[in-house]
């Protein structure tokens, strides 16, 4: 291999946890999630302080479930997407552990993953959770319009995930390890519009998509599951369009998280889901659950951020994307 | 910053799904209609049932009760969901004022009274009241000058 | 004649709130730049002197529109500017829109002082 793509040996994905909020527990995937909440306020005051409880909540059941205690674990790589990651920061002052911050936008999940592997396979860290959180009402109002306002959402628009996902990586050999990464570059091609996310950052992970197969020699179709992060329906169509441009097909293997976690006519969510959370929350609740039971062995996943604040799109910046890959396997 | 790839704008303005264009202004035009409607009946209830006699004072009125109304609404989360179905229909009329002042109050009252609710109100509304009184007072000095147009 | 009232004010209403419509779906600016949009257009139609004539056909068609309010603003300027010279050009246009913008301002506080935002 060579370029950004590198192999990763002896890290595995030891256990999982997501919690997610109601729109998400009714989805299609609804079933696969660990714990689903009735009311996305959590009975805290505020938004941000119920993502807080969410993300919070993730990582104890997560503890609860690989029955470690707070000491077991080295390091929580953790991110979301308010303001100066105060979501993962305010999260771990509940937690006797050390933290990192982590910030992608919504590939985070991906680049705290890729982070907590290569600390782990340097042997200097044996037990590392990465997480991430997000949620509808805290993303509308940092990103967008007061929850209240009464304004069309766009067709193109896309709907934030309320949920949190953990996952704890171990130098411990189990059934789902993580094999190789390719890390994503930053990508502009001169999308403006705020609303259409999926056109910021289907050239990134067309990108990353492709030099992942050319760099490790792989095809599409050694994965059972090629799933971007939250491209949404259009997005993952152009995607697809443009990495078919350079050469590369992607199959009936390929999927978006945005797309899975919500059902698009009944849940009138403009494109699909998006956020910091939804890669991490359906990889936690699902794919993590199908490799278990041998459905899916070999799994791409490629979380997709498109890195804007708001006062850089009020200036006018154009928003570029990122994408990072990391590809999972079940150990034979 | 790279320059923009014209191909690929080109490309998301040709494959990207568009507004469904009939359908958002048929529901513009009569929920529009209708919220004006609404003013109008105000109008009537107030000079011919309550007999206020001043023109001004009856549109006065109208105005203040078709904001309580709005008001009322966007407290309760009904507004904004009348507003994905309305869109423009329910954003020209002064009950979209109205609302984005409101819901803006409502979203930052978290931060606190007077740094919160208070600071942002005018969050989404501000520019009007400052493009609308700058752009009255500039009438007011181009009637000054060119007294005799207006008289 | 009450309902070709009705019907005047129902077909100009819905015309501003189509325009509005347009702009919005064809050029994706914010609801706040259609506000503007609107207010600004209201105050130089009025200027012009073009305006009492929609308001006269129109009626609440005419004047709950955001595009009335910027009429009304731009009506008070003229009137107070030829009553009252240089103090009357400053105060006429906030004195005639002062009863909304006040309500405004006072029901805003007091509905977010009760209310809650609530997830969609």
């Known amino acids: 291999m060579r370029g950004s793509t590198f192999g990763i040996d002896g890290v595995f994905v030891e256990n999982t946890a997501s919690v997610v909020g109601p729109k998400e527990s009714e989805g299609p995937l609804g079933k696969y999630f660990d714990k689903t909440v009735k009311d996305d306020l959590l009975g805290q005051k505020s938004h941000e302080l119920a993502e807080i409880r969410f993300h919070i909540s993730a990582i104890r059941y997560l503890l609860n479930k690989t029955s470690h205690t707070e000491n077991d674990v080295d390091l929580c790589i953790s991110g979301d997407l308010l303001d100066e990651i105060t979501g993962a920061s305010l999260t771990l002052r509940e937690f006797d552990i050390p933290f990192m911050g982590a910030y992608n936008a919504c590939a985070t999940f991906a680049e705290s993953v890729i982070t907590a592997s290569v600390f782990i396979s340097s042997g200097k860290f044996s037990r590392i959770i990465s997480s991430t959180s997000s949620h509808f009402s805290t993303a509308e109002r940092q990103y967008r319009f007061p929850l209240e306002l009464g304004n069309q959402r766009t067709p193109l628009s896309q709907w934030t995930v309320t949920a949190a996902g953990a996952v704890m990586l171990s130098d411990v050999p189990s059934k789902v390890a993580v094999k190789r990464a390719t890390l994503g570059k930053v990508i502009d091609l001169g999308v403006t519009d705020a609303n259409d996310m999926g056109a910021c950052m289907a050239p990134a992970a067309a990108d990353t998509i492709f030099r992942h197969f050319a760099e490790s020699g792989l095809s599409p179709d050694y994965y059972d599951l090629i799933a971007t992060g939250d491209l949404g329906v259009a997005g993952s169509e152009l995607m697809k369009l443009l990495i078919k441009k350079r050469g590369l097909e992607l199959g009936l293997n390929y999927n978006d998280c945005g797309a899975m976690i919500f059902n698009r006519v009944s849940q009138d969510v403009g494109q699909g889901g998006s956020g910091a959370a939804c890669s991490s929350s359906v990889f936690s609740g699902y794919i993590y659950k199908k490799m278990l039971s041998g459905a899916l062995k070999r799994v791409l996943l490629v979380p997709t951020g498109a890195l804007c604040s708001k006062t850089s799109t009020l200036q006018g910046e154009s928003i570029p994307g990122i994408a990072h890959a990391v590809a999972f396997e079940v150990n034979e | 910053m790279n320059a923009p790839d014209k191909e690929y704008l080109a490309l998301i303005r040709e494959r990207m799904p568009k507004s469904r264009h009939f359908a958002t202004m048929f529901r513009a035009f009569w929920t529009g209609g209708l919220i004006c409607c609404i003013g109008e009946a105000l109008t009537l209830f107030y000079s011919e049932v309550a007999k206020v006699s001043v023109e001004d004072d009856v549109s006065s009125l109208t105005t203040i009760t078709l904001i309580l109304i709005t008001a009322i609404l966007t407290g309760f989360g009904i507004y904004d969901k009348i507003g994905a179905y309305a869109g423009a229909g329910s954003i020209v009329p002064i009950t979209g004022f109205a609302n984005s002042v409101v819901s803006s109050a409502i979203e930052h009252k978290r931060e606190g009274v007077v740094l919160g609710l208070c600071s942002n109100m005018f969050q989404v509304a501000g520019p009007v009241i400052v493009f609308g009184i700058s752009s009255s007072i500039l009438v007011g000095i181009i009637v000054l000058i060119f007294k005799g147009a207006f008289i | ?120």
């Open chain 3, 1 to 120: 004649m009450i309902w070709m009232d009705f019907l005047k004010t129902f077909l100009i209403g819905g015309a501003f709130c189509l325009i509005g419509q347009i702009l919005i779906n064809n050029t994706k600016i914010t609801s706040a730049r259609i506000l503007v949009g609107f207010l600004l257009a209201g105050v130089l139609l009025e200027t012009v002197g073009v305006y009492k004539y929609i308001r006269e056909f129109g009626n609440s068609g005419a004047t709950v529109p955001i595009i009335g309010f910027g009429s009304a603003l731009a009506r008070g300027a003229i009137e107070g500017a030829l009553q009252n010279g240089i103090l009357g050009a400053v105060s006429g246009g906030i004195e005639a829109a002062a009863p909304g913008i006040a309500a405004v301002i006072f029901i805003a506080f007091v509905v977010g002082l009760v209310a809650t935002p609530k997830t969609k």
